[in-house]
């Protein structure tokens, strides 16, 4: 006698092939699976810095097994070098965003502003990039990667300003961001603009003569010695 069975419920009768489908185990991601492990490494470098990246604590924002962080990444180096790029790829998005606006700095820099307003209010960025020059003042292998912003930055400006100029602002901009880091509220846009527009049009100072040796000084007296002088002095006030 066949026995028919229900389409609704093959899938829970054993040895069907509805069953056999639904019971086989979906197949592992393993990019998707080292993605994860990336996002959740560079968020803890951006919330607390380097120094709080462990496997375990990787694992634990990830919501992976402990095992996976070294499987996908052969060290905790490799693995933090590995989300401070993902930090400076992302840093390096929001200043694309400035570059088409850069020539125009000296004389209108409201869409510069704009941009930058926006920068030092996402709070994400602003640490992930204290995080980064952080990482490059103690470990000399992430200097380059740390500088690569500040790098393209003046590399963007230096035509439209000047190379001290550019060098200039590249500098402030650091200590804006620490500043943001530092307080519940970035500086003002009306201070980023009015410091902004006064580097840009820094003028172009030519290059200084290199000073000149002083000659020697001739026929100078010596110094008295000031304490031998006062304990004469000492020593006659003492005399009846």
């Known amino acids: 006698m066949v026995t028919s069975v229900d389409p609704q419920t093959a899938s829970t009768v054993p040895g069907s092939s509805a069953h056999t489908a639904t019971a086989t185990p979906r197949r592992r991601d393993p990019e998707a699976r080292r993605r994860e492990i990336l996002a959740a490494a560079a968020e803890l470098a951006a919330e607390h810095g380097v120094a709080a990246l462990t496997h375990r604590a990787i694992a634990a924002r990830a919501g992976v097994p402990l095992g996976s962080t070294t499987q996908h990444f ?3 180096d490799e693995l933090r070098e590995a989300a401070l790029q993902q930090l400076a ?4 998005e929001s200043l694309a965003t400035i570059e088409p606006y850069v020539a125009e700095i000296a004389h209108d820099p409201t869409r510069v502003i704009d941009d930058v307003v926006t920068f030092l209010h996402d709070r994400r960025t602003v640490l992930s990039d204290i995080a980064l020059m952080t990482s490059g003042t ?3 292998r992430l200097r380059a990667l740390a500088l690569r912003w500040n790098d393209r930055l003046i590399d963007m400006l230096t035509g439209p300003v000047g190379a001290e100029a550019a060098l200039a602002i590249s500098v402030y901009l650091d200590g804006a961001t620490i500043h943001a880091g530092l307080h519940d509220e970035p ?3 009306e201070h980023l603009t009015r410091v902004l527009l006064a580097l840009a049009r820094l003028p172009q100072v030519p290059d200084l003569p290199d000073r ?3 000659p020697e000084r001739t026929g100078v007296r010596d110094r008295p010695d000031l304490t031998e002088v006062s304990g004469q002095r000492r020593t ?5």
């Open 236 to 240: 006659t006030d003492r005399t009846p």
């Open 187 to 189: 500086l003002s846009r």
């Open 74 to 76: 052969a060290s905790i």
């Open 138 to 140: 103690t470990d000399p």
């Open 212 to 214: 000149p040796e002083l």
């Open 89 to 92: 790829e992302e840093i390096d």
